[in-house]
C-alpha cells in the first residue's frame, strides 16, 4: 500500500509531520515496512478536512497527532485486508 500524507501548506499547518513521524513509528514497530509505504505528497484538496491522508485510492480525513494511531488502526490496517 502506498500511504501518502498531504504535506501541503494547510495540513502542514494542521500538523502533518507529527502525523507521518506517528506512522513510521507505528510502521516500524508493527513490521509492516514490506506492506506500508509511507510518502508526503501535496495538496490532495481536501484542505478542509486535513490532515488529508491517502492509502491507495482511499482517503482518511481529520487526522493530526493526536489520533494519527487511531486512524492508523480503524482505517488503515483494514485497508491491507
Ligand atoms: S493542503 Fe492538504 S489537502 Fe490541501
Redo the contacts with the bound molecule.
Keep these: 500500500m502506498i500511504l501518502s500524507v498531504?504535506?501541503?501548506?494547510?495540513?502542514?499547518l494542521?500538523g502533518?509531520y507529527d502525523v507521518i513521524e506517528t506512522f513510521k513509528r507505528l510502521i516500524a514497530e508493527r513490521g509492516l515496512a514490506d506492506k506500508i509505504e509511507l510518502r508526503a505528497c501535496?495538496?490532495?484538496?481536501?484542505?478542509?478536512?486535513?490532515?488529508?491522508v491517502k492509502a491507495d485510492g482511499n482517503y482518511i480525513l481529520g487526522v493530526n497527532g493526536a489520533n494519527a494511531e487511531q486512524k492508523f488502526d480503524d482505517e488503515i490496517l483494514p485497508l491491507l485486508g
Design positions: 498531504c504535506v501541503g501548506s494547510s495540513c502542514h494542521k502533518s501535496f495538496c490532495l484538496n481536501r484542505c478542509s478536512d486535513g490532515v488529508a
